[in-house]
């Protein structure tokens, strides 16, 4: 389930990481290197939001913040071998 309090908090976190909002140039969104780290601020806020609404068990911020950095996902790829 996802409430309308957690896209607000996934906006609002979105919104937070925009380079136009910190100096009023630049991009309106987060460049796509910085995408690890914005996907996981807004997973942070969303989670403390759904916490907070009673639609998750509550948990401590240290197991919040375990729990979304043991869910991120790394890509790993194969090397590549040249014949």
């Not at 996934?10 to 996907?39: F, N, Y």
């Not at 759904?50 to 948990?59: H, K, Y």
């Amino acid at each position: 389930r996802v409430s309308d309090g957690m896209f607000m908090a996934c906006a609002r976190a979105l919104a937070e990481t925009s380079p136009a909002a910190k100096d009023g140039v630049g991009a309106l969104l987060p460049a796509l290197a910085d995408i690890r780290a914005v996907s996981r601020h807004i997973a942070l806020e969303v989670g403390r939001v759904a916490m907070a609404e009673g639609l998750v068990p509550t948990l401590s911020e240290d197991d919040l913040v375990a729990r979304v950095d043991a869910h991120i996902w790394v890509p790993t790829y194969r090397p590549i071998v040249a014949i």
